[in-house]
């Protein structure tokens, strides 16, 4: 059983930095994705940046250029550093992790077939 903790959101102004953090226990670090997603109030789930255990990673269009997933495998840490932000990315922000041949195969920022999740960290940015 994985269990993803997520840490780092906070409010900032547009133009700021913040870095997310997600620490993934109990996860097997052979063949897996792991995965950002973000969810204003009112709007659907989307999904902003994946990495696997090659260390590919996706982005969907309006991060691409300002946000950079990363990971640090001897931590079990998986990170969002996301720079240049707006005011349209307030959102909870949740982490999220599948393993198997197919996820790392098919790992990208719209994957949804995530088995485990993390409470979400908000980050609010203010114009």
């Known amino acids: 059983q994985v269990h993803l903790v997520e840490s780092g959101g906070d409010s900032v102004q547009a133009g700021g930095s913040l870095r997310l953090s997600c620490v993934a226990s109990?996860?097997?670090?052979?063949?897996?994705?792991m995965g950002w997603f973000r969810q204003a109030p009112g709007k659907e789930r989307e999904g902003v940046a994946s990495?696997?255990?090659?260390?590919?990673?996706d982005y969907v269009d309006s991060v691409q250029g300002r946000f950079i997933i990363s990971q640090d495998s001897a931590k079990k840490t998986v990170y969002l550093q996301m720079n240049s932000l707006k005011p349209e990315d307030s959102a909870m922000y949740y982490c999220?992790?599948?393993?198997?041949?197919?996820?790392?195969?098919?790992?990208?920022?719209?994957?949804?077939?995530?088995?485990?999740w993390g409470q979400g960290t908000q980050v609010t940015v203010s114009s």
């Open positions: 999220a992790a599948d393993q198997g041949p197919g996820a790392s195969w098919n790992c990208e920022a719209q994957y949804d077939e995530h088995s485990s």
């Open positions: 990495i696997n255990n090659d260390g590919e990673t």
């Open positions: 109990g996860i097997t670090l052979v063949n897996y994705c």
